[in-house]
Nanobody
Framework: QVTLVESGGGLVQPGDSLRLACEFS????????MAWFRQPLGKEREFVAA??????????YYADSIGGRFIISRDNYKNTMWLQMNMLKPEGTGVYVC?????????????????WGEGTQVNISS
């Protein structure tokens, strides 16, 4: 019943910015903790960022590799989560996938989430 649809991916150069969106439907959005994962070609899915159900400032989590370059946010009235990505690096290339989970907040494992989108491709290359 829960459906997640990502958008906003594209081709950018290193140092550029990009904003991804994840549209949630099927259940009350505020009941779900959310996260972004990234899957480079030929590699396993890896954690990028997570946000709690309320989207408060103290309920946001990032992979160490992000280094303050990304901002995760959500609007429960719009049923949407975003990932603002700044200073993109070539190693950030991959399929960015949003995820939703009922029982974890800030989980960094794919096992912590129950629903997944199809992903949006982000290519960062000179």
């Amino acid at each position: 019943q829960v459906t997640l649809v990502e958008s906003g991916g594209g081709l950018v150069q290193p140092g550029d910015s990009l904003r991804l969106a994840c549209e949630f439907s099927g259940r009350p959005f505020s009941n779900y903790a959310m996260a972004w994962f990234r899957q480079p070609l030929g590699k396993e899915r890896e954690f990028v960022a997570a946000i709690g159900r309320s989207g408060g400032g103290g309920d946001k989590y990032y992979a160490d590799s992000i280094g303050g370059r990304f901002i995760i946010s959500r609007d429960n009235y719009k049923n949407t989560m975003w990932l603002q990505m700044n200073m993109l690096k070539p190693e950030g290339t991959g399929v960015y996938v949003c995820a939703a989970g009922r029982y974890y907040t800030g989980g960094r494992s794919t096992e912590n989430y129950d629903y997944w989108g199809e992903g949006t491709q982000v290519n960062i290359s000179s």
